[in-house]
T-cell receptor
Framework: DGGITQSPKYLFRKEGQNVTLSCEQN?????MYWYRQDPGQGLRLIYY???????QKGDIAEGYSVSREKKESFPLTVTSAQKNPTAFYLC?????????????FGPGTRLLVL | LAKTTQPISMDSYEGQEVNITCSHN???????ITWYQQFPSQGPRFIIQ???TKVTNEVASLFIPADRKSSTLSLPRVSLSDTAVYYC??????????FGAGTRLTVKP
């Protein structure tokens, strides 16, 4: 089956701890995205990448970091600098990201702070 | 970035047609209009996209007037399973499009 997988489904973070959320796609898409969603709110763009080894900040990049070493993988690290990390995190991909294309979303990871 | 405005919520009954309107007064010439559907604790799912006039697929229709300053998503004969949040996005690149708060549609029996 082609698609996007995110793991884990639930993740708990302790104070001062960095945590990494996994996102993998086998759709052969060039572009990948990370969004954050707070309860009752829309999605906000954290980071995006249109090609391997390149990524750009979105609207709320502070406290987050990403890497894009492989086409199929785009992990997101929530650092200790992110003071309010509790949210639902969604990863997406699209063929090229160069024009309005359908974005395909993963099932999401819910991050909770202990 | 083109800003969109949608109603916060709508209620409907099973079997009715639902029309959700989105305003995008500062839409640019190259911008497309895209709608997504999101169920609780899931990622959004693409519904339909258009540039002008009317687009129809097996799920919905999208009506866009000539001035393109608004668009209407039409869901024919909704069922309980259509209860979800619907987002209207405007842009010409994926990283230019923004998800607002969306419209929370509740379909009642």
């Amino acid at each position: 089956d082609g698609g996007i997988t995110q793991s884990p489904k639930y993740l708990f973070r302790k104070e001062g701890q960095n945590v990494t959320l996994s996102c993998e796609q086998n759709l052969n898409h060039d572009a990948m995205y990370w969004y954050r969603q707070d309860p009752g709110q829309g999605l906000r763009l954290i980071y995006y990448s249109q090609i391997v080894n390149d990524f750009q900040k979105g609207d709320i990049a502070e406290g987050y970091s990403v890497s894009r070493e492989k086409k199929e993988s785009f992990p997101l690290t929530v650092t200790s600098a992110q003071k309010n990390p509790t949210a639902f995190y969604l990863c997406a991909s699209s063929p090229q990201g160069a024009r309005a294309e359908t974005q395909y979303f993963g099932p999401g990871t819910r991050l909770l702070v202990l | 970035l083109a800003k969109t405005t949608q109603p916060i919520s709508m209620d409907s009954y099973e079997g009715q047609e639902v029309n959700i309107t989105c305003s995008h007064n500062n839409i640019a010439t190259n911008d497309y209009i895209t709608w997504y559907q999101q169920f609780p604790s899931q990622g959004p799912r693409f519904i339909i996209q258009g540039y002008k006039t009317k687009v129809t697929n097996e799920v919905a229709s999208l009506f866009i007037p000539a001035d393109r300053k608004s668009s209407t998503l039409s869901l024919p004969r909704v069922s309980l399973s259509d209860t979800a949040v619907y987002y209207c996005l405007v842009g010409d690149k994926d990283n230019d499009m923004r998800f607002g708060a969306g419209t929370r549609l509740t379909v009642k029996p």
